[in-house]
């Protein structure tokens, strides 16, 4: 997307947020006549799902109908930082995804669910026996929050970016399909998912040099893409770092969560989500 028509987007979100940080209560969301207009997206990953960007003004202004599950568990208005895993959390791309969704449907409650935690691994991220995986953090955190947060809304989508950790051996990269499967497995017992769009976002380009199969990282992740319908690619084409050639730059993070939002649009129209709970 072009510097100036991603200017215009963001100004437009602008205008849109207006409104305080403040708590909503559990009674304001999690009553039958709302939960099913109040629609939830799980935030995974590792660090650029988590955001490292830095935090501007447009950042921290609020949407009226766009909320985070923050730290303890409690829905409040979306603002950046939104994850929490470490100190230097920043702009991620969830904010944008939300205020364009919430924009597409004046009917709707958006919640964003953050569960990202820099430097984790697919390795992180299931339970499997095969695998040897039966206590998994982040994964079992984020299967608690995301439960808490069913309590109150519809899952409708997960937001998944990660790979870089698992870029540097063959091994890493071979297994990383059948983790993810494995992940999605976990997850559909776990959370009582039959189906559920997925967006995954390509690690960036700039990577490449840092680690030896990171390109290869991204084909395994199209392929992941590709041989489900109700999984979709955004590309990293033309974004940029912040200078530590790992990270997306705030602009960056801004045009991932525009991807992303049109990237899900898209997919829900083929692909409804299914919960047999």
């Known amino acids: 997307m072009k510097t100036h028509h991603l200017t215009l987007l963001l100004l437009g979100l602008l ?21 099913e207009n109040f629609h939830l997206y799980l ?3 590792q660090s650029n799902m988590a955001g490292r960007g830095k935090v501007q003004s447009i950042d921290t202004l609020t949407h009226p109908r766009v909320y985070m599950l923050d730290k303890n568990l409690n829905w409040k208005l979306a603002r950046d930082p939104m994850h929490f895993d470490k100190p230097v959390a920043g702009v ?9 969704m919430a924009d597409a449907d004046n009917n709707i409650k958006i919640g964003l669910i953050p569960t990202a935690v820099g430097g984790s691994s697919i390795n992180h991220w299931y339970q499997d026996s095969l695998f040897q ?14 439960e808490e947060a069913m309590t109150h809304g ?30 999605l497995d976990s997850m559909k017992q776990d959370l009582g998912i039959e189906s559920i769009p997925i967006v995954m976002g390509e690690i960036g380009y700039f990577f490449y040099p840092k680690a030896t199969y990171a390109e290869q990282i991204n084909g395994v992740i199209a392929e992941i893409a590709a041989s489900q319908q109700c999984i979709g690619l955004v590309t990293s084409e033309n974004l940029n770092h912040k200078g530590d050639s790992t990270h997306f730059d705030s602009e ?4 991932l969560g525009i ?7 898209e997919i829900q129209s083929e692909c409804s989500a299914i919960l047999i709970k």
């Open 15 to 35: 205008i849109l947020s207006c409104s305080s940080g403040k708590s909503i209560t559990t009674e304001g969301i999690g009553n039958s006549d709302s939960k």
């Open 43 to 45: 935030l995974m990953g």
């Open 92 to 100: 991620g791309l969830g904010l944008t995804f939300g205020k364009i």
């Open 133 to 146: 995986q039966t206590n998994a953090y982040p994964y079992n955190d984020m299967i608690k929050r995301a």
């Open 154 to 183: 519809t899952l409708k989508g997960i937001l998944w970016h990660q790979g870089e950790s698992d870029s540097n051996t063959e091994l890493e990269m071979k297994s990383y399909k059948q983790k993810f499967e494995a992940m």
């Open 252 to 255: 960056s993070y801004h045009a």
């Open 259 to 265: 991807r992303y939002a049109a990237k899900m649009q």
